[in-house]
């Protein structure tokens, strides 16, 4: 190992919800940076868009459709995948979000949320990186390579309103944490499992609850804004160096760590 080697060129990374602004900016980033990229999504349209704008930049790219709650799509995807590149190095379970039916306000009681709608984030977020884990983890092992998931946040304090997202991220990290020993113990002794925890950043799963129509921030927004000591929202852009190095040997010895991408955020109790 190399600790300062952060070389990724030849690396194959899939990506799960690709089609989507942040997940789409780090799959563009990794091919940047020398990488060949499958991009899934259960929407073909939007990964089709990406990996078009990558290969028309010189890059290697494929999009490949893919329900993260379906075994049988999962296991086609996989093969996909190593019939085009021959080997999977490194996974990102992207796939995620969360639903205003699940998320409290003044039109939302506790008492009357839908379990239907809480179901519906813990198995996007949860079980969606777990099963898309057991179809490529085998592809991992035999690469010695990195999964790295999404948390929030919210992993780190639930947050108000967000019932449902806020427990399914901090299930994402004590997936993460198990995973990265299960897989050493048992697997691989170079297989690491990591994950980032997003700060703030305006999404089409978030806008609501932070922005206005008229693009002011809510009371909520504001009350981010100022838990934040950089004082603003990150950027997708912002979320690929710490992938990029995760999938680097710069960090090969980095396994069942939780990285804060936050602006300060989660470091400030607002006194």
Known sequence: MNATNFDVSGKVAVVTGAGGIICGVMAREMA?????????????????????????????????????????????????????????????????????????SAEMSFFDIPIDAMKWVFDLNVIGAVMTTQAFGMEIAKSGGVVINIASMATYHPLTNTIAYSGAKAAVANFTQWMAVHFNQNYSKNIRVNAIAPGFLLTNQNRFLMQKEDGSPTERGERVLAKTPMGRYGEPEEMAGPVLWLCSDAASFVNGAIIPIDGGFSAYWGV
């Open 32 to 104: 940047k940076a020398g990488m060949k990229v499958a991009l899934l999504d259960l929407f073909l349209e939007g990964a089709q868009k990406i990996a078009g704008e990558i290969c028309a930049a010189g890059g290697e790219a494929v999009a490949v459709q893919a329900n993260v709650l379906d075994k049988e799509s999962l296991t086609k995807a996989c093969q996909a995948v190593t019939d085009r590149f021959g080997k999977v190095d490194v996974l990102v379970n992207g796939a995620g979000g969360n639903k205003k039916e699940a998320t409290t």
